[in-house]
């Protein structure tokens, strides 16, 4: 491959039966880039994610990987099995087993892994039981899980969904730390706001691709409105874009005047 990228698509297509999840999508990710897909349930978020990751062969178009690349792959948390008895060190070991659980790691293994933790701030949590955790210290379990196979690129599906506040600034802190270091990072959200808009990089999705650049360049109402299929209003605060529901922006602002007549 030529040029900067690691992982490139051309003209990807990809159907689940009849449904249409890809359509004509290209989409490159070039070596530390930190690039946000954002979409409504359904858009083809997920999909595109497996796509770049190799676990989906698209139906149609073309996908280019540089020789040698490695990714990582950290799920959403909703379809982890927090019951399933394991210790957060033996989830990170998985990831060098192809998620088979070995009862006697390598050394090398028990190093690899004490590494990852420690870079992530959870050595000490190692032989603690995963449903024991936090949620920032849970995801920070699978970031790890995808780090300790040394990837050049991180893909997370909705790493802050279903999280508080605390927790999501914790996480987008930490993919902030691993992207200084020099990680190609790709996420998905549905978090406009809290996450969306701090990203150097947006793409907006629902099946095609409408928009890609920064924040300004793409948040706005008429893209917008082409990927979530509603009007949408786009104001500033903080010196940053802030997305609203045009008619719930209307509804309280009527309200306001109802309350202050």
């Known amino acids: 491959m030529s040029g900067q990228a690691l992982l490139r698509l051309r003209g990807v297509s990809h159907n689940f039966g009849e449904a249409l999840v890809l359509d004509n999508v290209d989409f490159d990710v070039a070596a530390g880039e930190l690039i946000g897909v954002v979409g409504p349930s359904g858009s083809g978020k997920t999909t595109l994610l497996r796509v770049l990751l190799g676990a989906v062969v698209p139906t149609g178009g073309t996908v280019e990987r540089r020789r040698g690349v ?136 629902n099946v095609s691709i409408a928009g890609r650049g920064s924040a300004r360049e793409v948040l706005t109402p008429a893209i917008l409105e082409r990927v979530y299929g509603a009007p949408m209003d786009v104001l500033e605060h903080a010196g940053m874009p802030l997305v609203v529901d045009r008619e719930r922006n209307l509804a309280q602002i009527v309200n306001l005047r109802r309350a202050g007549a």
Not at 107 to 128: K, M, S, T, Y
Not at 144 to 155: G, I, N, Q
């Open 70 to 205: 490695r990714a990582g792959y950290v799920p959403q948390v909703e379809t982890v099995n927090w019951h399933f008895p394991v210790t957060v060190a033996e989830v990170v070991r998985m990831a060098r087993t192809e998620g088979r659980w070995q009862p006697w790691p390598s050394r090398q293994e028990r190093r690899d892994v004490a590494a990852v933790l420690d870079r992530l701030g959870i050595g000490a949590l190692g032989h603690r039981h995963i449903r024991e955790l936090s949620g920032g210290q849970q995801q920070r379990v699978f970031i790890a899980r995808a780090l300790v196979s040394e990837p050049d690129v991180l893909c997370l599906d909705e790493p802050t969904s279903g999280v508080d506040v605390h927790t999501r600034h914790e996480v987008l802190h930490l993919l902030g730390e691993l992207h200084a270091d020099g990680l190609a990072i790709v996420l998905s959200t549905h978090d406009l706001n809290g996450i969306a808009a701090h990203l150097p990089t947006l793409v907006c999705l």
